[in-house]
Structures are given as structure tokens and as C-alpha cells.
């Protein structure tokens, strides 16, 4: 398959402090790639440096050849990359319906894309006049994704998307993300490996802000060695 992203040694720092010290991954067009590692391993300031609100001080990110490190986070969101950080950031106080067409990057969006969105989330339809702050925990993280889905992205940037939810929650989010898998690119960020193992076709695994591992994540599911040595679990 054709690499929808590459990242090539980036380093990053966030004030003095020297967050990334050479990660590289690729992430090959239509696939969900797994980005792996403890916590403080450098994963959300490499989704960060991707989609420009942190900007490597060193090496490349190109999306479909083109690099984009440096840029504004507006250019290279606009370039086709959705993002969804953890804890969410719903607006609270807007509607489900207002909180999806704020993500509009040409009129009409919404309703180009509503089939999909309530397809995969029909509880964002029941509650589509609520406001952002009365959804559970798992329905905010449903909006969350869901936003994304607005603009016709090419590649998903997913932070975290089962943390703090309920495992029936999750079984949801997996089999949402299973679904959206065909028809976009994902890059996800998941400290559940369980969950990370049943979505992504590949891996990557981050130790001190470094890439230290990748390959098939059937392999790695497989080598309950590697996983509680770099991941800490069975």
C-alpha cells in the first residue's frame, strides 16, 4: 500500500524540554496504524507535531509527499487531516448538531456527510438538540470522532478514544472505528491494547520519544514479551 503519511526523525520540544528525540513511522493509505507506548512515551506530542500545533524542530512529515512540518495547524488541517485529542473537547454548552457544523470546512458539509456520522453514532441522532455537556462520557467521545467526519478527511489523528469509558462503551467505539476504517485513514493513539490489537494493521512503539518497534500487529499480539516490555501488559 501507498504511504498516506511518513514522519522521518522528527524531534520536538516543548519549552526546554526535549519531548521527541527521533520518531519515525508511515502510515499506509486506507489502514489503521497503532501508535503504542506507556504514558510519557512522547504519543500525543507526535499526533501534535503532526497536525501543527507543535513544530518539530528537526526532520519531516510529509502527507502524500508534501511535507507539512512548520505550517499553521488551519493549512495543514485543511489539507484533508482530521484530529481528535484526548479528553475529548466537546463544547460543552453547544448542541450535538451545533458542535458538528462548527467542523464544516464548506457549507453543506453536515449534510453531505450525516448519513455516515448517524450511521455510525445514532445515539448523536436522538440527541441531536442536546447540549455537548448532558451527553455521557461515551457519547462525547462518539461527538468527538464524529466531527472529524464533517469534512471529507483523508487521514484521522485518534488520541486516546477508551479512556474513561465503560467496556461496553468501548466495544462500541471499536466496531464505530472498524466501520470508519473503510472509508478513511486512521492513526490512533491507545493505551487499551486489547483494543488497539482487534483495529490496527500495524504498529508503532514509542519508548522516551523514541521509535523503538513496529511491525504487524498480529505479531505483536502474539509476543507477550514485547508487549509487557515496552507496554506493561500481558
Known amino acids: 500500500m501507498t504511504d498516506l503519511l511518513r514522519v522521518e526523525n522528527i524531534h520536538t520540544f516543548i519549552g526546554q524540554f526535549h519531548i521527541l528525540e527521533g520518531v ?16 510519557g512515551a512522547g504519543k500525543t506530542t507526535t499526533l501534535r507535531s503532526i497536525i501543527g500545533l507543535l513544530s518539530p524542530r528537526a526532520g519531516r512529515i510529509m502527507l502524500d509527499g508534501r511535507e507539512i512540518q512548520g505550517r499553521p495547524a488551519y493549512d495543514i488541517a485543511a489539507l484533508g487531516i482530521g484530529y481528535v485529542p484526548e479528553h475529548r473537547a466537546v463544547f460543552r454548552d453547544l448542541t450535538v448538531e451545533e458542535n458538528l457544523k462548527i467542523a464544516e470546512r464548506r457549507k453543506g458539509d453536515l449534510d453531505r456527510r450525516s448519513d455516515l456520522i448517524f450511521d455510525l453514532f445514532p445515539d448523536l441522532k436522538r440527541f441531536i438538540r442536546l447540549p455537548g455537556g448532558q451527553l455521557s462520557g461515551g457519547q462525547q467521545q462518539m461527538l468527538s470522532i464524529a466531527r472529524v467526519l464533517v469534512a471529507d478527511n483523508r487521514l484521522l489523528l485518534i488520541d486516546e478514544p477508551s479512556e474513561g469509558l465503560a467496556p461496553v462503551i468501548v466495544e462500541n467505539i471499536i466496531e464505530a472505528l472498524r466501520r470508519l476504517s473503510d472509508h478513511t485513514t486512521v492513526l490512533l493513539v491507545e493505551q487499551n491494547f486489547r483494543m488497539a490489537a482487534q483495529l490496527a494493521d500495524r504498529y508503532y512503539i514509542l519508548d522516551d520519544g523514541q521509535s523503538v518497534q513496529s511491525g504487524q500487529m498480529a505479531e505483536l499480539a502474539r509476543d507477550g514479551a514485547l508487549v509487557a516490555k515496552y507496554l506493561g501488559a500481558g
Open 24 to 39: 519515525s513511522l508511515s502510515v499506509p493509505a486506507g489502514s489503521i496504524t497503532a501508535l503504542l507506548g506507556r504514558n
